[in-house]
């Protein structure tokens, strides 16, 4: 059974740093596309980052380019957002995601990913 469960979040202010953990159990991090997505009250389910199976190749909402890296420990079966310079535009429910395989084309979207974290509230004051 696949379990992605989530950890870190919690309230910051402006101009503040979190991270954000997603620990596997049931498949091999190391073997599967990974993502993180965010929910912001009122709002539907945007992509944030992407990291290919093989761990080579990145990829970033223009929102949080710059400000948000996405990693992976393969050792803990973890993958992990860090998320520095934090607006309070960034106030969002985040998840992460994972699955076998996403093509290039359509890692953004959120039905290409089979597995799914519950979800951690990660709020920033102004």
């Known amino acids: 059974q696949v379990q992605l469960v989530q950890s870190g979040g919690g309230l910051v202010q402006a101009g503040g740093d979190l991270k954000l953990t997603c620990t596997a159990s049931?498949?091999?991090?190391?073997?599967?596309?990974t993502a993180w997505f965010r929910q912001a009250p009122g709002k539907g389910r945007e992509f944030v980052a992407h990291?290919?199976?093989?761990?080579?190749?990145?990829y970033y909402a223009d929102s949080v380019k710059g400000r948000f890296t996405i990693s992976r420990d393969s050792a803990k079966n973890t993958v992990s957002l860090q998320m520095n310079s934090l607006q309070p535009e960034d106030t969002a429910v985040y998840y992460c995601?994972?699955?076998?395989?996403?093509?290039?084309?359509?890692?953004?979207?959120?039905?290409?990913?089979?597995?799914w974290g519950q979800g951690t509230q990660v709020t920033v004051s102004s």
């Open positions: 995601a994972a699955n076998e395989y996403v093509i290039l084309s359509a890692i953004r979207r959120e039905d290409q990913y089979r597995f």
């Open positions: 049931g498949l091999t991090s190391s073997r599967y596309a």
């Open positions: 990291m290919r199976a093989s761990g080579t190749n990145t």
